[in-house]
């Protein structure tokens, strides 16, 4: 069973930058795509990015995102990555990483159990 | 306001049946695939359904999909008191090249 621990979260400035990071575990991690979802207090999911697998994967980003976040993957650490600049206070979320091919078979078959970030003055 | 639009709660009785819908549109869920998930709070979502009607291994026949069109719907027999939860669907859209959720399901089981 596929495992997936993040890390990173934190208290940021508005305006701060901060990096997520994915550890992946128990299943072939250079066959799944990477996604990161985000869920802000009191609210439903959100879908923020998602990587596709090789040097040339796919990237695509949420439109509230696009040009200030940035996703990418380290095969050979079996890791995946979030960097986020410009925090606002509307990025404040519990963000989730999960393995899986949303954009063809959508499925997100392993998630973690998200890290916090929090944007605040 | 999330693209997909689900109820924000039902209710049902314990072994009862529940159905939980998902309206979309043709640049989403009319043509993709549609997949649900559970959320307990402080637990890690999980993956119910995929390409709109499998499931993952370890989840029982009590949870099923279908698709028809622009709409989606997940069916849940046999409620049990552990099945109270956020139930949330999701899909590609096209249009927007970006994945999409709907905004969740509070399901109760009274």
């Known amino acids: 069973e596929g495992q997936l621990v993040e890390s990173g979260g934190d208290l940021v400035k508005p305006g701060g930058s901060l990096r997520l990071s994915c550890a992946a575990s128990?299943?072939?991690?250079?066959?799944?795509?990477m996604n990161w979802v985000r869920q802000a207090p009191g609210k439903g999911l959100e879908w923020v990015s998602s990587i596709g697998t090789g040097i040339s994967g796919y990237k695509y980003y949420a439109d509230s995102v696009r040009g200030r976040f940035t996703i990418s993957r380290d095969n050979a650490q079996s890791s995946h990555y979030l960097h986020m600049d410009s925090l606002t206070a509307e990025d404040t979320a519990l963000y989730y990483c999960?393995?899986?091919?949303?954009?063809?078979?959508?499925?997100?078959?392993?998630w973690g159990r998200g890290t916090l970030v929090t944007v605040s003055s | 306001q999330s693209v997909l639009t689900q109820p924000p709660s039902m209710s049902a009785a314990p072994g009862q049946k529940v159905t939980i819908s998902c309206s979309g549109s043709f640049s989403n869920i009319g043509n993709n695939y549609v997949s649900w998930y559970v959320l307990v709070p402080g637990t890690a979502p999980k993956l119910l359904i995929y390409e709109n009607n499998e499931r993952p291994s370890g989840i029982p026949d009590r949870f099923s999909g279908s698709k028809s069109g622009t709409s989606a719907t997940l069916d849940i027999t046999g409620l049990q008191t552990g099945d109270e939860a956020d139930y949330y669907c999701a899909t590609w859209d096209t249009s927007l090249r970006g994945g999409v959720f709907g905004g969740g399901t509070k399901l109760t089981v009274l």
């Open positions: 999960a393995a899986g091919d949303f954009l063809l078979s959508n499925s997100l078959d392993f």
């Open positions: 128990g299943f072939t991690f250079t066959s799944f795509p």
